[in-house]
Every structure is written in structure tokens, then in C-alpha cells.
């Protein structure tokens, strides 16, 4: 069974940071490109960072260029999201992303909540 578990998420401040995991399990991770997406009620789904499977290349959006570093370890089955100088607008669920690199298969988590909030 493909499991892919989010944790790390709460309340912070304007300027804060929070660190996501995603612990991944019944997948190998090497042979799936790795992605953060967020979403906030009444608006689509959006891409936040991808990681292809190796690690060596990174893309974030330009709205948290900078600010986000998406980063993993597929021997520790596990992909991180460390967020800094959080603004209000990062406000959403955040939900990890396998994608196979060959296929279409495709695993979601359940999504965590991220508040930034004074």
C-alpha cells in the first residue's frame, strides 16, 4: 500500500518558518519526480516546488523563490519543504506529490495545513 504522509504544519508568524516532511512508504522513491502543492479553498491546486528524482534540479514558483527549499532523502523514503519568511499568502494545505518518471502513476498525501497569521 502507497502511503505518503505530511507532517510539520501549524501556525506561524509573518517571518516565520515551518519545515514539512513527507515520509513516503510501499514506493520506491528514486523513480518518481517528488512535487509540493498547495491549495486554498475556491482556487486551484498549485504547484509549489518539484524535485526530480536524484535530487540534483529544483524549481519553485516565483511567489516563493527564495524563501522555499524542497529537498530530499530516498533512503529515508522522506521529502522536505523548509518554508522561511512565511507571508499570509502561503496560507493553504500543502500536500506532497509522487510522480513516476515513466508512467502515470501518481500519489497524493492528505494535505496539512499551513496558517501564517500574526
Known amino acids: 500500500q502507497v502511503k505518503l504522509v505530511e507532517s510539520g504544519g501549524g501556525r506561524a508568524q509573518p517571518g516565520g518558518s515551518l519545515t514539512l516532511t513527507c515520509e513516503v512508504s510501499g514506493i520506491k522513491p528514486s523513480i518518481y519526480i517528488m512535487r509540493w502543492y498547495r491549495q486554498v479553498p475556491g482556487k486551484e491546486r498549485e504547484m509549489v516546488a518539484f524535485i526530480t528524482r536524484t535530487g540534483e534540479n529544483t524549481h519553485n514558483i516565483d511567489s516563493v523563490k527564495g524563501r522555499f527549499t524542497i529537498s530530499r532523502d530516498n533512503d529515508k523514503k522522506t521529502l522536505w519543504l523548509q518554508m522561511n519568511s512565511l507571508k499570509p499568502e502561503d496560507t493553504a494545505i500543502y500536500l506532497c506529490?509522487?510522480?513516476?518518471?515513466?508512467?502515470?502513476?501518481?500519489?497524493w498525501g492528505q494535505g496539512i495545513q499551513v496558517t501564517v497569521s500574526s
Open positions: 506529490n509522487a510522480a513516476h518518471y515513466a508512467s502515470d502513476l501518481n500519489y
